[in-house]
């Protein structure tokens, strides 16, 4: 049979309650203990009882008394509870504030690091401009006569001097959207016509590295909506990043395929040496490289990832990253097709 639920009383709500009466003078604690030990008769005989209706029974403390105890404690926990509650929300206000002050000093840093990364790399400009202009009067002997393995020497510095503009305009663009600042300037692009381009300039580079570049780029596409200079950047980087990872014998794609009536797919794929899947999302953080060792056998800055993110997404549009450790990836985007 189902006991009965009590009734909820003050009592109830006091813990303790034996200690404090005897506390304020109005109990022995002999008397505590006869109240306890009755208590626990009525309760095995299946009676329900309290220990003030013990008290009150064995005529050792008064209705009134019972109630004023019980008041004093209720109102000595509502006022613990309120400096608790006084307490946990100035230690809201505090935590509050320290986190505030964290992300605004966070912001600070960042936005120095960008400032930084901007004034230097525009500050390289101007001597790799120097460097780049005295090694081309070398190279066609507008200074005088040089023998071929001083040409070949001088056209080794040319590409290390290429690489390092790129570089530094990396930079550039990075600081510029880490500021806001990168300007989009979106018109009606031949997707077909501008890949087609980019892929044929990426065979020189893949066949040094016994790797072949594919393009499979359909006749009748329509014009996408782009920035075309930042979108050939971008398909430029996804070759770039295939060729450097694809082992010599493999092979990079970059597709485009109308999907619908309004997209056009674009896609870069390679038989490279994969991401493993835990670390995916690690390619897209800026200054960061898998293989962070000494020894690294991959160069670059681990900026380039994180901006063709950045501008595919000014774009209106998402980059999709698929791959498989030992087996290749696949990076691709959609952008808006437009009418004639």
């Known amino acids: 049979m189902t006991q009965p639920v009590p009734k909820l009383t003050p009592e109830m709500l006091i813990p303790r309650l034996g200690e404090y009466i005897v506390q304020k003078g109005l109990l022995t604690e002999a008397d505590l203990q006869r109240a306890l030990s009755y208590q626990q008769e ?25 109630d004023q105890v ?15 509650n006084r307490n946990l929300e100035q230690r809201v206000k505090d935590r509050t504030s320290e986190l505030n002050n964290a992300l605004q000093r966070l912001s600070e840093l960042s936005q120095m690091k960008s400032n930084f990364v901007s004034n230097i790399s525009h500050e390289l400009r101007t001597p790799l401009t120097h460097v780049k202009g005295y090694l081309e009067l070398l190279v066609t002997e507008s200074l ?43 018109e009606k692009v031949d997707i077909r016509r501008a890949v087609t381009l980019i ?8 066949e040094e590295r016994g790797v072949q570049v594919v393009a499979s780029v359909a006749d009748d596409l329509p014009k996408v909506q782009a920035d075309s200079e930042k979108i050939g950047w971008v398909v430029g980087h996804l070759l770039d990043n295939g060729i450097k990872f694809t082992p010599s014998g493999g092979t ?77 990836s696949i990076f691709k985007f959609p952008l808006l097709a437009l009418g004639d």
């Open 252 to 328: 990079v794609v970059v597709a485009l395929k109308e999907e619908g009536n309004n997209l056009v797919i674009i896609s870069v794929t390679d038989t490279g040496i994969g991401i493993p899947s835990d670390r995916l999302k690690e390619i897209f953080e800026p200054f960061h490289q898998l293989d962070g060792s000494s020894t690294r056998h991959f160069g670059g800055t681990g900026l380039g990832l994180s901006l063709v993110r950045q501008i595919i997404e000014a774009h209106g549009s998402l980059l999709d990253v698929q791959s498989v450790e030992g087996k290749g």
């Open 70 to 84: 019980v008041t004093e404690q209720i109102l000595q926990l509502r006022s613990a509870l309120q400096s608790a």
């Open 144 to 186: 005088g006569k040089i023998s071929d393995e001083q040409r070949h020497a001088l056209q080794v510095s040319q590409r290390a001097t290429g690489k390092l503009e790129s570089m530094i305009e990396d930079l550039i663009m990075f600081s510029l959207a880490s500021r806001g600042e990168m300007s989009m300037k979106l």
């Open 42 to 66: 009525k309760m095995a005989a299946g009676e329900h009882c309290l220990l003030g209706q013990a008290l009150m029974e064995l005529n050792l403390l008064t209705r009134d008394a019972l």
């Open 199 to 206: 892929a044929r300039s990426a065979i020189p580079k893949a």
